[in-house]
């Protein structure tokens, strides 16, 4: 494991979420989690049914394809940058998608805020995905729901404004 994979992981591992979305995160960052692909490999899908995305229908759904690479998830990623008002190019692999997340900010407070958003959009577009949503106002908006709920409950903010 590499230096910058090992900080990737420890910041992870420090973000303020649920357990449960720690373990998805560190399990899609070493590409364990069940896409059709995965599933494939290990027999767990029938013969004939389609590896594709469910998203776009394009690609085979590995989970860099899923959560960077899809066109339909890059549209709400767009959206959420443009929330965030903040922007980079898309990275080819987790660890600096990660990275530019984190870096893009330059106070604890709000690098604490984008990772819980990072967390929350990845989280969502998984969940959307076994619900096979494929709508990116839907899944936007459960994006800043569940991103307002969590940086208010696990930042101990008071209260915000939505």
């Known amino acids: ?8 992981f420890q910041e992870i591992w420090k ?7 720690l373990v998805f995160s560190w399990t899609l960052i070493l590409d364990r989690i069940p896409t ?24 085979d759904e590995t ?18 940058m443009n929330w965030l008002q903040f922007n980079f190019i898309t990275p080819p692999n987790f660890i600096l998608h990660i990275n530019c997340w984190s ?6 407070k709000l690098k604490r805020r984008a990772q819980i958003i990072w967390h929350v ?14 709508g990116v106002n839907e899944i ?6 569940i991103s307002w709920q969590w940086c208010l409950n696990r930042l101990k903010i008071p209260s915000c404004l939505f």
């Open 15 to 21: 973000s303020r979420v649920l357990s449960k979305v």
């Open 36 to 59: 059709k692909l995965n599933l494939g490999k290990r027999w767990l899908l029938a013969i004939d049914e389609s590896k594709r995305c469910v998203f776009c229908d394009i690609e």
């Open 63 to 80: 989970g860099v394809h899923m959560f960077i690479h899809c066109h339909v998830i890059s549209k709400v990623k767009r959206e959420v």
């Open 140 to 145: 936007m908006e459960q994006v800043k729901v």
């Open 121 to 134: 959009v990845i989280w969502i577009i998984w969940r959307m995905r076994m619900i096979k949503a494929r």
């Open 1 to 8: 494991m590499t230096r910058e994979e090992e900080v990737v």
């Open 103 to 108: 870096s893009v900010l330059g106070s604890k």
